[in-house]
């Protein structure tokens, strides 16, 4: 942490489905000097409030534009279908998109699927968020298709989901403003890498260890004792018997 930042409050931004806690919870630990704030921000303005400086980081759903953001991607969530627990795909283990051709799907305005092709029949209606689909869902007017983390987040006891494994994908990932690289955003990068609280984060070179020197080994043979000019006697010279008289 640098002097300039010394009495700083770290803001950091996350998108809904996203749990922060075991992160801002290690940072709590290694940075007790610089409180962290949360703020919760739709999926549609995480990117614009960091790029209008309203956060120094943000877990993100990316958008296909990155321009002036660093990204680092975290993982990528298996997308489910939430249906009434009654419906007659909770009779297998996993749906695939060509199950739903007939059955209405609603499409939220702030869905973070991308789809090429929208599965099922198009609903009597465009919700405006997610949560408002999935209201529609209990009621038994069609399905929706989220990330697994928001079927969690929007979990109700009349509502259950199927994993689709042949639908598109949410990624999410760490996001900052290029311009904006500062020494707490590089901790908190740390933190989201794992790494320890002594590794370097590249701006201070790690000191080298020293080499180990390795135990000289014993000779095999004792050294000849000082003054001694006697010579080692070969072992298969043969030994000179008594001449004859």
Same mark, same amino acid.
């Not at 998109?97 to 305005?109: G, N």
């Not at 990068?189 to 989201?192: K, L, R």
């Given at each position: 942490?640098?002097?300039?930042?010394?009495?700083?409050?770290f803001?950091?931004a996350?998108v809904?489905?996203?749990?922060?806690a075991?992160?801002?919870?290690?940072?709590? %630990?290694? #940075?007790?000097?610089?409180?962290?704030?949360l703020? $919760? /921000?739709? =999926? *549609?303005?995480? +990117?614009?409030?960091?790029?209008?400086?309203?956060?120094?980081?943000?877990?993100v759903?990316?958008?296909?534009?990155?321009?002036?953001?660093?990204?680092?991607?975290?993982?990528? %969530?298996? #997308?489910?279908?939430?249906?009434?627990?009654?419906? $007659? /795909?909770? =009779? *297998?283990?996993? +749906?695939f998109?060509?199950?739903?051709?007939?059955?209405?799907?609603?499409?939220?305005?702030d869905?973070?699927?991308?789809?090429?092709?929208?599965?099922?029949?198009?609903?009597?209606?465009?919700?405006?968020?997610?949560?408002?689909?999935?209201?529609? /869902?209990?009621?038994?007017?069609?399905?929706?298709?989220?990330?697994?983390?928001?079927?969690r987040?929007?979990?109700?006891?009349?509502?259950?989901?199927?994993?689709?494994?042949d639908?598109?994908?949410?990624?999410?990932?760490?996001?900052?403003?290029?311009?904006?690289?500062?020494?707490? /955003?590089?901790?908190f990068?740390?933190?989201?890498r794992g790494?320890?609280?002594?590794?370097?984060?590249?701006?201070?070179?790690?000191t080298?260890?020293?080499?180990?020197?390795?135990?000289?080994?014993?000779?095999?043979?004792?050294?000849?004792?000082?003054?001694?000019?006697?010579?080692?006697?070969?072992?298969?010279?043969?030994?000179?018997?008594?001449?004859?008289?």
């Open positions: 942490m640098t002097d300039g930042e010394t009495g700083r409050t803001r950091l996350y809904p489905g996203v749990t922060p075991k992160w801002v919870g290690v940072w709590n %630990e290694r #940075t007790p000097g610089v409180p962290i704030t703020i $919760a /921000v739709p =999926a *549609a303005e995480a +990117v614009g409030l960091l790029r209008n400086g309203g956060a120094d980081a943000g877990f759903r990316p958008p296909a534009d990155r321009d002036g953001l660093s990204v680092i991607p975290l993982y990528v %969530e298996t #997308t489910v279908v939430m249906v009434p627990k009654d419906h $007659a /795909v909770t =009779a *297998a283990d996993e +749906v998109v060509a199950d739903l051709v007939d059955d209405e799907v609603f499409h939220p305005l869905d973070v699927i991308e789809w090429a092709t929208r599965p099922g029949l198009p609903a009597f209606t465009r919700p405006a968020t997610t949560a408002e689909a999935v209201e529609l /869902v209990a009621t038994g007017t069609g399905l929706v298709l989220v990330p697994l983390s928001l079927a987040l929007h979990h109700r006891r009349d509502l259950t989901y199927r994993p689709v494994p639908a598109p994908q949410s990624q999410v990932a760490l996001a900052w403003p290029t311009d904006a690289t500062t020494d707490l /955003v590089e901790d990068i740390g933190i989201v790494r320890t609280v002594n590794s370097s984060r590249g701006r201070t070179p790690a080298p260890a020293a080499p180990v020197k390795k135990p000289a080994q014993r000779q095999a043979q004792k050294p000849a004792q000082k003054g001694s000019a006697r010579r080692a006697v070969p072992t298969d010279r043969k030994k000179k018997g008594n001449r004859p008289r």
